[in-house]
C-alpha cells in the first residue's frame, strides 16, 4: 500500500538536480517511506498507485503542485521588536544610521541576551508555522543575535530543540560574526570569535556551518577570513555575507575558501561572478532584503548569463520582516526580473544546494525526500503572477501532510 498519492495536478512542476524545470501536465506524485516512488502523468502513477488504496490521497485537480521549498538564508532565532525602525527608515533612515545610534542587530542582541532559551524556542516554532503555511519545508536558521558565546551557544541549542518539534527540517549556521559588540573592537571580536566561540560551537556539534558579515564597518576580508578559516578547522562549513552595502571582496573571498554560498551580493562584479561559479559557491539573493531597505535589487541576469545558478531566500529577520518563500519568489520576478522557472528553481533545488542538500532535496524525481507543495493555481507561472497572497494550501513533508488548507 502506497503511503500519500497526489494525483489529477493541472501541473507537477519540479526541476531537476541540473536545475532544468520539468512541467508534467495532469500530473501525479506517488510517495512511500517518506520518499517519492513515483512522479508522471496521473493515468501512469495511480495505475501502480491507486489513490483508493493508499493511506492518504491528496486531489490536487485544478492545482500546482511542486517541491517544498527551500530557504537556504534566514536569522528566525530572536527576541524583541524593531517595527519602529520601519517607520524610521520611512523618514530617511538607513541601515548604517540606525546601526550607529545603538539600533538594528545591537538593539536585537539586548533583546536576545535577556530572553530564555524558553522563549526563543517558542518564537522560533511560530515563525516556523508561518514558514510551513507558505511553503517551505527545509530552512537554514543562523545565530548572531547573541555576540558571546553563552547567546550564541543558547540560540543554537533553541535551534536545535525547535527542529526536534517542528516537521520543518532546520539546518543550523553559527553567526558570531555577525556585528561588532559594543564594549570591544572588531579584532578583539573577531579574537573572542575564533578562540571561545567556534571551539564550543564545534565541541557540541551545535552548527553545520560557519557565517560572517564581511562588509564595510563589520568585519573586514582578512577578519572574515579568520573566522571562516577557524570554522573549516572546527569541521564548520563557510558561508559568507558579501558584497551587500560595500565591495570589499567578500565574494573572492567565497570562491578562496570554498564556500558553500555567499549570499546578497547586489555589489558584485562580472569578475566576483565568475570566480563564484568557477568555485562551485552557490550565490544566494536576497530580494526581500532589497525590498524593505528601498534599495537596488541584486542583478539576477549578470548570473543568468555568466550560467551561474542562483538561490533566492527571504533573510527573514528583524530587519526584513518576510517569512515567505512565496513573496521571495514574486519578488524575484517581479524586482530582479527572473522568469517564473528560474524563480522556482532558485528556491528549490539551488536553494538546496546553497545548503549543501544535494540528495535531491529541491526536487521530485524519484528517491528525493517526499516534500512538496499544493499551490491553488493552474500552473506555476501563476504562483509570482497572483502576488501578495497566500496560494500554497497544502504541505506535505517526508510523505505526511503536514497542513491542509
Do not use: W
Not at 541549542?157 to 556585528?179: C, Y
Amino acid at each position: 500500500m502506497t503511503d500519500l498519492v497526489v494525483h489529477d495536478a493541472s501541473q507537477v512542476a519540479t526541476p531537476t538536480d541540473d536545475s532544468e524545470l520539468v512541467v508534467i501536465e495532469d500530473g501525479a506524485v506517488a510517495i512511500d517511506d517518506g520518499v517519492v516512488t513515483a512522479v508522471g502523468p496521473t493515468e501512469e502513477v495511480t495505475r501502480d498507485h491507486p489513490p483508493e488504496n493508499a493511506t492518504d490521497a491528496v486531489d490536487a485537480t485544478g492545482k500546482t503542485v511542486l517541491p517544498g521549498f527551500v530557504d537556504p538564508h534566514t536569522h528566525a532565532v530572536f527576541a524583541g521588536d524593531r517595527a519602529d525602525e520601519f517607520s524610521a527608515k520611512l523618514d530617511g533612515a538607513d541601515y548604517q544610521d540606525i546601526l550607529a545610534e545603538g539600533g538594528g542587530i545591537l538593539r536585537t542582541v539586548r533583546a536576545t541576551r535577556d530572553a530564555s532559551r524558553t522563549r526563543l524556542v517558542e518564537n522560533l516554532l511560530a515563525q516556523f508555522d508561518v514558514m510551513l503555511a507558505h511553503g517551505t519545508t527545509t530552512v537554514e536558521v543562523k545565530s548572531g543575535y547573541g555576540l558571546d558565546a553563552e547567546t550564541e551557544v543558547k540560540m543554537l541549542e533553541a535551534i536545535d530543540e525547535a527542529a526536534g518539534r517542528h516537521p520543518i527540517d532546520v539546518v543550523p549556521t553559527f553567526m558570531g560574526a555577525h556585528a561588532v559588540p559594543e564594549d570591544t573592537s572588531a579584532d578583539e571580536y573577531v579574537d573572542r570569535v575564533v578562540d571561545e566561540q567556534v571551539p564550543v560551537v564545534a565541541e557540541n556539534d551545535l552548527a553545520e556551518f560557519c557565517d560572517v558579515f564581511c562588509e564595510e564597518g563589520v568585519f573586514s576580508v582578512e577578519q572574515s577570513r579568520r573566522v571562516l578559516e577557524a570554522g573549516t578547522e572546527h569541521g564548520l562549513k563557510p558561508k559568507i555575507h558579501a558584497d551587500e552595502f560595500e565591495r570589499l571582496g567578500g565574494a573572492q573571498l567565497a570562491a578562496d575558501v570554498g564556500a558553500t554560498s555567499a549570499d546578497h551580493l547586489l555589489q558584485s562584479t562580472e569578475a566576483d561572478v565568475e570566480a563564484l561559479g568557477d568555485a562551485g559557491v552557490t550565490p544566494v539573493l536576497l530580494p526581500g532584503t532589497a525590498f524593505t531597505l528601498a534599495t537596488d535589487y541584486a542583478d539576477a541576469s549578470a548570473f543568468e548569463a555568466a550560467d551561474v545558478p542562483v538561490a533566492i531566500a527571504t533573510d527573514f529577520n528583524p530587519n526584513c520582516y518576510s517569512q515567505s518563500m512565496e513573496f521571495a519568489i514574486d519578488l524575484a520576478c517581479n524586482g530582479m526580473r527572473m522568469t517564473p522557472a528560474s524563480a522556482v528553481r532558485s528556491a528549490t533545488v539551488t536553494a538546496a544546494n546553497a545548503i549543501d542538500r544535494t540528495d535531491g532535496t529541491g526536487t521530485l524525481r524519484e528517491g528525493a525526500l517526499g516534500d512538496l507543495v499544493v499551490a491553488d493555481v493552474p500552473d506555476y507561472e501563476h504562483l509570482p503572477y497572483n502576488f501578495g497572497v497566500q496560494n500554497v494550501q497544502t504541505v506535505v513533508k517526508r510523505g505526511e501532510v503536514v497542513r491542509r488548507d
